[in-house]
């Protein structure tokens, strides 16, 4: 037997990322312990208060033990103030950390996602982080406290039963009605905490996508059927979102009711035990404010339960989403700092999740350091799929992708795409400055190097005479700059920082013919003794490769130096 097979996939019961910030913050919750325990000696005081005043006070006109009393009684009450104040910080303290702490850590994994694992709509994913709130809400909440005061549900009953006798029996038996009514209401709970989730990350999709292209959908004319999609969700999570409120008052009316019937019950029994002498009436009275005391937990414990069920829900889809594997090796991943450039792909295969076809099929490509590749083939053919692959966002089905010699999938995937400088067809920009987009707070991008990628990509002939062109604050996505704008920005970025390999996918497809050749004349020099991956659909652009290599359905058909590939497609065309 192999010694792998020994070993049990030991997989702890709660997930490490939340319980390691609460542990964190164990200082905090002890401090939150201590003061709700104080806060439940203190309310044991003050009906013991009442019961000396109504048994030893009253009888005996004692006035001066009264006012003693009393002042003891303003201490208590100023620090009960004071810690319940306490409570509610500590627990707001304590919140926010693991709120921090959670986050941060979902987000790393967010950015570390590998693309193929990834599920779910751009809006399901933000839905998805917002869950976090519930959590927080969870864990920030004093409710919480209430696990704290269900030991001294028994110390106050223990202290009703010396004062009353009998009179316990009845906030006991209140006890299991107020449980069971909790335990009754969960299984539903958790289902409609599920749906309500599901439908409000349907909602969250719509919502994004409608703002996400509010100008496509707009000049589309696809409004009324997003405004249909739109009220289906909202119909079906209102609906969700009424069931689990409804499903959630039930145990917190039971145990409101629970209280009452028990308070009402301990006044009228305690009316025959007080005739038959058997106990005083600040007794009776004690024990009906201790019954109150006695039962509120349960109260806070039935609204616990239903916040519970709304946190687990975001738990185990908060907990999926970081079960999902991330990208780079499991085991130490190589951080080179600087990289030769030779690319090679050895009979790569590769099919998108869920795609029917192969992207590539059988793809073997060996292009030495400082040699400039274009890529022609038709739509779809798989050219920008290659690019992905040679950048590790996507890893291959079969075959292997090497840059200098080592398999993609060794490398740290954030270093190695800081020592490629990429533009992919998209280009989309970040919110921020034009400075930020292209800098992207890299160390080695200072403002010198900066304006000279802006330079070579014609960034500085449309940002550098706007004062303050480089810290123009671009909206979401670059919305406000043309598309040849965006593409310059783009491509500064990509050269910013001089990088060993350069990926372009169709940089100039949105620029004109001027502004295009301008930027070959600039890119040529910058980009000698680099390896070039070009993509494109330009002729013009392929002044900037010295070898071309055609794709087509996944399968490279052509490979060859330029000029003799051009002249075979050519010819090809003119047969
Ligand atoms: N994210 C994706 N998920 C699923 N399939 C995809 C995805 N991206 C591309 N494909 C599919 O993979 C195939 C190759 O796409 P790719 O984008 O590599 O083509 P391309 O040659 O770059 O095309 P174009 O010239 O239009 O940019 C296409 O059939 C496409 O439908």
């Known amino acids: 037997m192999r010694e792998d097979r020994l070993l049990v996939d030991h997989k702890p019961r709660f997930a490490p990322w939340l319980v390691e910030p609460m542990l964190r913050n164990r200082a905090t919750y002890m401090k939150v312990a201590v003061a709700a325990a104080l806060i439940n000696i203190f309310a044991l005081v003050s009906s013991l208060f009442t019961m000396t005043v109504y048994d030893r006070i009253v009888p005996n006109e004692g006035s001066s033990s009264l006012i003693g009393l009393s002042i003891g009684l303003i201490f208590v009450i100023i620090f009960d103030f004071v810690l319940r104040l306490l409570r509610v910080y500590f627990v707001d303290i304590a919140g926010a950390n693991i709120d921090h702490d959670v986050g941060e850590t979902l987000f790393a994994h967010l950015l570390a996602l590998r693309l193929d694992q990834k599920r779910g709509s751009t809006g399901t994913l933000t839905g998805l982080m917002r869950e976090l709130e519930t959590l927080r809400d969870f864990f920030a909440s004093v409710t919480l406290t209430a696990i704290i005061d269900v030991p001294f549900i028994i110390v106050t009953l223990a202290v009703i039963a010396m004062l009353g006798g009998i009179l316990v029996v009845l906030p006991l038996a209140m006890i299991p009605v107020v449980i069971g009514a909790g335990l009754l209401a969960t299984p539903s709970l958790d289902r409609l905490s599920s749906r309500s989730l599901g439908d409000g990350l349907v909602k969250q999709s719509v919502l994004v996508e409608a703002i996400g292209s509010l100008e496509t959908v707009k000049a589309i004319g696809a409004g009324p059927m997003l405004s249909r999609r739109w009220q289906a969700a909202l119909v079906s999570h209102s609906e969700s979102s009424l069931g689990q409120r409804l499903a959630a008052a039930v145990p917190m009316t039971v145990a409101n009711s629970a209280s009452t019937i028990a308070y009402c019950g301990i006044i009228i029994v305690g009316v025959g035990l007080l005739r038959s002498n058997t106990i005083t009436t600040g007794a009776l ?94 739509v779809g053919s798989g050219k920008s799929t290659l690019a992905r692959l040679m950048l590790g966002l996507y890893e291959p089905e079969e075959g292997v992708v090497m840059i200098d010699g080592i398999d993609v999938r060794q490398y740290a995937p954030a270093q190695l795409r800081a020592l490629i400088g990429s533009a992919m067809q998209d280009n989309v920009l970040i919110a921020g400055s034009v400075r930020q987009n292209i800098c992207l707070d890299r160390a080695v991008v200072d403002q010198d190097e900066m304006i000279r990628a802006a330079e070579i990509s014609g960034t500085h002939r ?85 070898r071309i290599v055609i794709l087509d359905g996944g399968k490279v058909v052509a490979d060859g130096p330029r000029d003799a590939v051009l002249q075979r497609l050519a010819r090809g065309k003119a047969a």
Not at 508 to 535: F, N, V
């Open 462 to 546: 449309f940002m550098g005479q706007i004062a303050n062109g480089y810290d123009l604050r671009l909206a979401d996505r670059g919305d406000g700059l043309s598309g040849g704008q965006r593409q310059s920005i783009a491509i500064a970025r990509a050269l910013a920082g001089s990088p060993p390999v350069l990926i372009f996918d169709e940089p100039s497809s949105a620029m004109d013919a001027q502004t295009e050749s301008d930027l070959i004349a600039r890119l040529k020099p910058e980009i000698a003794g680099k390896t070039m991956i070009l993509i494109t659909h330009r002729t013009s652009l392929l002044a900037l490769v010295d």
């Open 285 to 378: 009275l004690a024990c009906s404010i201790l019954c109150g005391r006695a039962l509120a937990p349960l109260a806070q414990i039935a609204t616990l339960l239903s916040r519970l069920s709304a946190t687990r829900v975001a738990y185990r889809q908060i907990s999926a989403l970081m079960d999902t594997p991330t990208e780079g090796p499991t085991g130490d991943a190589l951080h080179p700092a600087r990289l030769e450039g030779a690319i090679e792909l050895r009979n790569v295969g590769f099919r998108y999740p869920g795609a029917p076809e192969r992207a590539l099929d059988g793809v073997n490509l060996a292009i030495k350091p400082g040699e400039r590749v274009g890529f022609l083939g038709r």
